[in-house]
Protein backbone atom coordinates (compact mmCIF):
# COMPACT_ATOMS: atom_id res chain seq x y z
CA UNK A 1 0.00 0.00 0.00
CA UNK A 2 1.42 3.41 -0.92
CA UNK A 3 1.89 5.72 2.50
CA UNK A 4 0.17 8.62 0.60
CA UNK A 5 -2.96 6.27 0.14
CA UNK A 6 -2.91 5.18 3.92
CA UNK A 7 -2.39 8.91 5.41
CA UNK A 8 -5.05 9.91 3.34
CA UNK A 9 -7.32 7.11 4.31
CA UNK A 10 -6.53 8.76 7.62
CA UNK A 11 -7.12 12.11 7.12
CA UNK A 12 -10.44 10.59 5.50
CA UNK A 13 -11.31 8.83 9.11
CA UNK A 14 -10.75 12.50 10.49
CA UNK A 15 -12.65 14.83 8.07
CA UNK A 16 -9.87 16.18 6.49
CA UNK A 17 -9.63 14.74 2.98
CA UNK A 18 -11.70 17.08 0.67
CA UNK A 19 -11.55 15.83 -2.91
CA UNK A 20 -9.09 17.95 -4.19
CA UNK A 21 -8.02 19.72 -1.04
CA UNK A 22 -7.00 17.10 1.42
CA UNK A 23 -4.69 17.40 4.49
CA UNK A 24 -5.95 20.75 5.38
CA UNK A 25 -6.99 20.45 9.05
CA UNK A 26 -4.10 17.63 9.68
CA UNK A 27 -1.33 18.53 6.78
CA UNK A 28 0.78 15.81 5.42
CA UNK A 29 3.63 16.95 6.91
CA UNK A 30 2.26 16.65 10.09
CA UNK A 31 0.72 13.10 9.60
CA UNK A 32 4.03 11.59 7.93
CA UNK A 33 5.77 12.46 10.81
CA UNK A 34 3.40 10.57 13.10
CA UNK A 35 3.77 7.87 10.99
CA UNK A 36 7.42 7.84 10.99
CA UNK A 37 6.65 8.28 14.82
CA UNK A 38 4.75 5.37 15.27
CA UNK A 39 7.14 3.01 13.07
CA UNK A 40 10.10 4.15 15.65
CA UNK A 41 7.17 2.79 18.60
CA UNK A 42 6.00 -0.46 17.16
CA UNK A 43 9.94 -1.03 16.26
CA UNK A 44 10.80 -0.57 20.14
CA UNK A 45 8.11 -2.56 21.25
CA UNK A 46 7.59 -5.18 19.17
CA UNK A 47 11.09 -5.78 17.34
CA UNK A 48 9.96 -9.40 16.47
CA UNK A 49 7.78 -7.60 13.81
CA UNK A 50 10.99 -6.05 12.08
CA UNK A 51 13.74 -9.53 13.21
CA UNK A 52 15.00 -11.26 10.22
CA UNK A 53 17.76 -13.64 9.53
CA UNK A 54 20.93 -11.94 7.93
CA UNK A 55 24.13 -13.47 7.19
CA UNK A 56 26.86 -12.07 8.46
CA UNK A 57 31.09 -12.20 7.90
CA UNK A 58 32.60 -11.91 10.92
CA UNK A 59 35.72 -9.29 11.40
CA UNK A 60 38.92 -10.72 12.73
CA UNK A 61 39.09 -10.60 16.46
CA UNK A 62 36.57 -11.63 18.70
CA UNK A 63 34.65 -8.11 18.76
CA UNK A 64 32.04 -7.58 16.64
CA UNK A 65 29.36 -5.00 15.24
CA UNK A 66 25.72 -6.13 13.34
CA UNK A 67 25.15 -2.53 13.04
CA UNK A 68 27.42 -2.56 9.68
CA UNK A 69 24.91 -5.13 8.41
CA UNK A 70 21.67 -2.62 8.82
CA UNK A 71 21.03 -4.04 12.24
CA UNK A 72 20.00 -1.84 15.24
CA UNK A 73 20.16 -4.88 17.55
CA UNK A 74 20.60 -8.62 17.31
CA UNK A 75 17.86 -11.40 19.01
CA UNK A 76 20.65 -13.92 18.28
CA UNK A 77 23.63 -15.51 16.65
CA UNK A 78 21.90 -18.70 15.89
CA UNK A 79 24.54 -20.85 14.02
CA UNK A 80 27.84 -20.66 12.08
CA UNK A 81 27.63 -21.25 8.45
CA UNK A 82 29.81 -21.32 5.54
CA UNK A 83 30.04 -18.63 2.70
CA UNK A 84 27.53 -21.25 0.86
CA UNK A 85 24.85 -20.73 4.20
CA UNK A 86 25.50 -24.60 5.09
CA UNK A 87 25.42 -24.37 8.58
CA UNK A 88 28.39 -25.90 10.39
CA UNK A 89 27.34 -25.93 14.24
CA UNK A 90 24.89 -24.16 15.90
CA UNK A 91 26.29 -21.73 18.44
CA UNK A 92 24.94 -20.75 21.70
CA UNK A 93 25.44 -17.43 24.20
CA UNK A 94 28.50 -17.59 26.56
CA UNK A 95 28.86 -21.22 26.07
CA UNK A 96 25.45 -22.49 27.37
CA UNK A 97 25.15 -26.05 26.33
CA UNK A 98 22.08 -27.61 24.41
CA UNK A 99 21.29 -30.35 23.52
CA UNK A 100 22.00 -29.58 19.47
CA UNK A 101 25.19 -28.27 20.34
CA UNK A 102 26.63 -30.01 23.84
CA UNK A 103 28.77 -32.75 21.31
CA UNK A 104 30.81 -29.80 20.47
CA UNK A 105 32.32 -28.92 23.90
CA UNK A 106 35.30 -30.26 23.63
CA UNK A 107 39.22 -28.82 23.03
CA UNK A 108 39.01 -29.31 18.58
CA UNK A 109 38.13 -26.05 17.23
CA UNK A 110 38.87 -26.40 13.70
CA UNK A 111 36.29 -27.14 11.32
CA UNK A 112 36.57 -29.98 8.34
CA UNK A 113 38.65 -27.83 6.07
CA UNK A 114 40.80 -26.79 8.88
CA UNK A 115 39.12 -22.89 9.43
CA UNK A 116 37.97 -21.73 12.97
CA UNK A 117 35.11 -23.66 14.99
CA UNK A 118 33.11 -20.66 16.99
CA UNK A 119 32.47 -22.11 20.05
CA UNK A 120 29.56 -19.62 21.29
CA UNK A 121 29.51 -15.73 21.59
CA UNK A 122 28.37 -13.04 24.03
CA UNK A 123 26.23 -9.99 23.34
CA UNK A 124 27.73 -7.05 24.56
CA UNK A 125 25.82 -5.50 27.53
CA UNK A 126 24.39 -2.41 26.56
CA UNK A 127 25.72 -2.04 23.31
CA UNK A 128 22.73 -3.20 20.89
CA UNK A 129 23.84 -4.87 17.74
CA UNK A 130 27.58 -5.55 19.29
CA UNK A 131 28.89 -9.31 20.42
CA UNK A 132 31.76 -11.22 20.28
CA UNK A 133 32.94 -14.41 19.71
CA UNK A 134 35.28 -17.50 21.22
CA UNK A 135 37.36 -17.92 20.15
CA UNK A 136 38.31 -14.91 17.89
CA UNK A 137 38.58 -14.79 14.37
CA UNK A 138 42.12 -15.29 13.30
CA UNK A 139 43.08 -12.35 10.66
CA UNK A 140 42.54 -13.52 6.99
CA UNK A 141 40.36 -16.15 7.55
CA UNK A 142 36.46 -15.87 6.39
CA UNK A 143 34.20 -16.85 9.14
CA UNK A 144 30.22 -16.24 8.63
CA UNK A 145 27.17 -16.38 10.89
CA UNK A 146 23.66 -16.14 10.62
CA UNK A 147 22.02 -13.90 13.12
CA UNK A 148 18.59 -12.68 14.17
CA UNK A 149 18.66 -8.96 12.85
CA UNK A 150 16.34 -6.35 14.13
CA UNK A 151 16.21 -3.90 11.25
CA UNK A 152 15.64 -0.33 11.90
CA UNK A 153 12.42 1.40 11.04
CA UNK A 154 11.70 3.01 7.67
CA UNK A 155 11.99 6.72 8.26
CA UNK A 156 10.59 7.99 5.08
CA UNK A 157 11.06 11.74 4.08
CA UNK A 158 7.77 13.61 2.50
CA UNK A 159 9.37 13.80 -1.14
CA UNK A 160 9.58 9.93 -1.60
CA UNK A 161 5.76 10.35 -0.44
CA UNK A 162 4.88 12.03 -3.46
CA UNK A 163 7.04 10.70 -5.77
CA UNK A 164 5.66 9.74 -8.86
CA UNK A 165 8.60 7.30 -10.01
CA UNK A 166 9.09 5.33 -6.89
CA UNK A 167 6.42 6.36 -4.29
CA UNK A 168 7.38 5.07 -1.19
CA UNK A 169 5.21 2.19 0.45
CA UNK A 170 3.76 0.79 3.80
CA UNK A 171 5.64 -2.45 3.11
CA UNK A 172 3.90 -5.53 5.50
CA UNK A 173 0.61 -4.97 6.11
CA UNK A 174 0.07 -6.72 9.70
CA UNK A 175 1.26 -3.92 11.93
CA UNK A 176 -1.08 -1.26 9.61
CA UNK A 177 -3.90 -1.30 12.21
CA UNK A 178 -1.87 -0.60 14.94
CA UNK A 179 0.08 2.34 12.89
CA UNK A 180 -3.47 3.81 12.43
CA UNK A 181 -4.25 4.15 15.65
CA UNK A 182 -0.76 5.55 16.88
CA UNK A 183 -1.21 8.08 14.78
CA UNK A 184 -4.82 9.18 15.57
CA UNK A 185 -3.40 8.65 19.19
CA UNK A 186 -0.78 12.15 18.39
CA UNK A 187 -2.99 14.01 16.44
CA UNK A 188 -6.08 13.87 17.89
CA UNK A 189 -4.45 14.34 21.40
CA UNK A 190 -2.74 17.91 20.19
CA UNK A 191 -6.13 18.63 18.44
CA UNK A 192 -7.67 21.23 21.16
CA UNK A 193 -10.68 22.22 18.56
CA UNK A 194 -12.04 18.85 17.69
CA UNK A 195 -15.21 17.80 20.25
CA UNK A 196 -13.55 14.66 22.41
CA UNK A 197 -10.78 14.68 20.75
CA UNK A 198 -8.34 14.24 23.89
CA UNK A 199 -10.65 11.05 24.83
CA UNK A 200 -10.83 9.29 21.55
CA UNK A 201 -6.95 9.79 21.87
CA UNK A 202 -6.35 7.48 24.73
CA UNK A 203 -8.77 5.46 23.24
CA UNK A 204 -6.31 5.35 20.08
CA UNK A 205 -3.86 4.99 22.14
CA UNK A 206 -5.22 1.74 24.24
CA UNK A 207 -6.09 0.15 20.43
CA UNK A 208 -3.14 0.51 19.35
CA UNK A 209 -1.10 -1.42 22.44
CA UNK A 210 -3.91 -3.84 22.32
CA UNK A 211 -3.36 -5.09 18.91
CA UNK A 212 0.79 -4.61 19.56
CA UNK A 213 -0.29 -7.14 22.41
CA UNK A 214 2.08 -4.69 24.60
CA UNK A 215 -0.88 -3.77 26.84
CA UNK A 216 1.29 -5.12 30.03
CA UNK A 217 4.11 -2.25 29.24
CA UNK A 218 1.58 0.02 29.64
CA UNK A 219 -0.40 -1.16 32.72
CA UNK A 220 -0.39 2.10 35.26
CA UNK A 221 -0.93 4.38 32.64
CA UNK A 222 -3.98 2.37 31.37
CA UNK A 223 -5.36 2.40 34.80
CA UNK A 224 -4.88 6.56 34.92
CA UNK A 225 -7.23 6.47 32.28
Known amino acids: MLVYEFLR????????????????????????HFYNEAMCFVTTHRPDLFTDFLVMKLEPGPDQDARC????TIVGVTAQIDADGNIIRDLSENGAKSTKIERWYRPVCRTSDG????????????????FTVNPPVPPGEDVWVKVKCVHAAPDIAEAQVLS??????TGDCKF??????????????????????TNQS???????????????KFAKELEAT
Not at 184 to 194: E, F, N, S, T, V
Open 9 to 32: SIAEQMGDAKPGSPFRRYTLTNLL
Open 69 to 72: CGCT
Open 115 to 130: GTMLMSYTMVSGMPGR
Open 164 to 169: TDSPAT
Open 176 to 197: LPAIRSLILWRALGGDIHATGA
Open 202 to 216: AIEFKNAITLLGIEY
